[in-house]
């Protein structure tokens, strides 16, 4: 009688541990593979950083600014934005004098976050020159809101008027890709709007001229 | 000793993957473009699946067949994203110029074929050993079919130009039909090859067995008799 109580309770076991086994490992193998994970990216994160800035945005502040001559991603600064956000502004003095700074922009493109440097003439507030960090857009189409053909339009205008068209700005997107003008276009005026909330802080961070 | 060397070596020839055991096809022609590439991409599945396989072999007793693939998904898509982390912070210009396919590693079939074929069933030593095997074989292969591309394509190997100046560079080689042409031209040449060397030692080459890696078919193999290829 004895006996069979504990074969019983042994084959119930059994069934509980078929049951639980599975969700038990799993759950394990994924906590551990979790930790691990996010052990990884905060010991990554600020080297990673610093690829980002050497090999994506220094390469693009350079072609825009060839005659800079600061170290401009060696002076950035992370300046507090108007909801509280970080936002690096990048320096570029030119013959000694302030005369840009660069806020990068980013918003939702086709294939993911698109990037835009967006740098902006001290002297007078207009929009001096964009180029693009982050684009996974496709290429041959959306990809081409990286090309002069469409840069280009954002030289030295109002920043006011740096949109598309269709929002009453003065830009004309690239047909057959309106998504990713749009997030071009979307990701200046965030840059834009940045700029402006910053402007008095910019002036007392970095010296007019040395 | 000889058993783990056997290991080591079968994925360097007898079954090396993208060739033989015809798995692992998307990287090979999607980064092979430059021999760079190939190697870089190589050596991260390199580390992936010898990691891989050890872990899988060491808790192969503690997971429950159920829920397997799942760990198995689990365990490599975590050294995958520990590898684009790494790649990202130390060398980040092969990271741009690989970009989807590292991620794209754990879609691989051989790190899942790999796990569910041999580190499930098999001691930690060994599977180290094949996942090493397979992992070199992987990047010979894609550093083989990256330097043809990029020889015919570019003139140039390994950022070296080696070919004299009047070779006009054939650009289809370095675009996606380039891809698929080096790869069927080199299954075609190993398989060319196979046959002749049967056929030298007097085997048929139609029976000649052609590693288990890829085939799970064992009871038809039973019937033949196999002589190793």
């Keep these: 009688m004895s006996q069979e109580i504990i074969q019983d309770e042994a084959v119930e076991k059994e069934s509980l541990w078929q049951l639980l086994g599975p969700v ?11 930790t691990a994970l996010a052990g990884v990216k905060l010991g990554t994160a600020s080297r990673i950083e610093s690829q980002v800035l050497n090999n994506v945005q220094g390469p693009t502040l350079q072609r825009m600014f060839p005659n800079a001559d600061n170290d401009i991603v060696a002076e950035r600064k992370m300046l507090t934005g108007p909801n509280g956000q970080a936002v690096i502004v990048f320096p570029i003095y030119e013959k000694g004098q302030l005369s840009a700074v660069a806020i990068e922009g980013i918003a939702s493109g086709y294939g993911g976050d698109f990037g835009v440097m967006t740098a902006f003439n001290l002297a007078n507030d207009t929009m001096n020159n964009i180029g693009v960090t982050i684009s996974k857009e496709t290429p ?22 740096m949109k598309l068209r ?22 200046v005026q965030q840059a834009s709007a940045f700029y ?6 910019i002036g007392k961070t970095w010296p007019a001229s040395r | 000793m000889s058993s783990l060397l056997q290991e080591f070596t079968k994925g360097l020839w ?34 992936v699946l010898t990691i891989s396989n ?21 365990i490599s898509a975590s050294l995958v994203v520990i590898v684009e982390l790494c790649m990202q912070a130390f060398t980040y210009p092969l990271y741009e110029q690989l970009g989807i396919f590292v991620p794209l590693i754990v879609v691989n079939c051989i790190i899942l074929g790999r796990a569910e074929a041999f580190a499930a069933k098999n001691p930690v030593l060994p599977s180290i050993m094949d996942g090493l095997g397979m992992g070199f074989g992987f990047t010979i292969s894609l550093v083989f079919i990256g ?13 070296l130009q080696i070919m004299p100046d009047f070779f006009q560079p054939m650009q289809i080689m370095v675009q996606a039909p380039g891809a698929f042409i080096a790869l069927g031209l080199t299954l075609a040449a190993m398989n060319w090859y196979s046959r002749v060397s049967c056929e030298n030692r007097g085997i048929k080459y139609e029976n000649a067995q052609h590693g288990c890696g890829s085939c799970s078919a064992c009871d038809m193999c039973k019937t033949v008799e196999r002589p190793s290829i």
């Design chain 2, 54 to 74: 050890m872990i899988i072999s060491m808790v192969r007793n503690v997971i429950p067949s159920k829920v397997r693939i799942a760990c198995f998904i689990v």
């Design chain 2, 14 to 47: 007898r079954e090396i993957p993208p060739f033989r055991l015809v798995l692992g096809l998307c990287p090979i022609l999607g980064v092979t473009t430059k021999a760079f590439n190939g190697l870089g991409m190589g050596l991260a599945v390199v580390f």
């Design chain 1, 140 to 161: 041959g189409i959306g990809s081409q809101v990286a090309t002069p053909r469409f840069t280009k339009q954002f030289r030295n205008g109002a920043p006011d008027e």
């Design chain 1, 196 to 201: 402006r909330e910053l402007k008095p802080e």
């Design chain 1, 24 to 34: 038990v490992v799993l759950t394990v193998i994924c906590a551990v593979a979790g």
């Design chain 1, 166 to 187: 269709s929002q009453g700005g003065k830009i004309n997107a690239i047909s057959g890709a309106t998504i990713s003008s749009t997030a071009a276009s979307n990701a």
């Design chain 2, 147 to 159: 330097s043809i591309r990029e020889i015919f394509g570019t003139g140039q190997w390994f950022g």
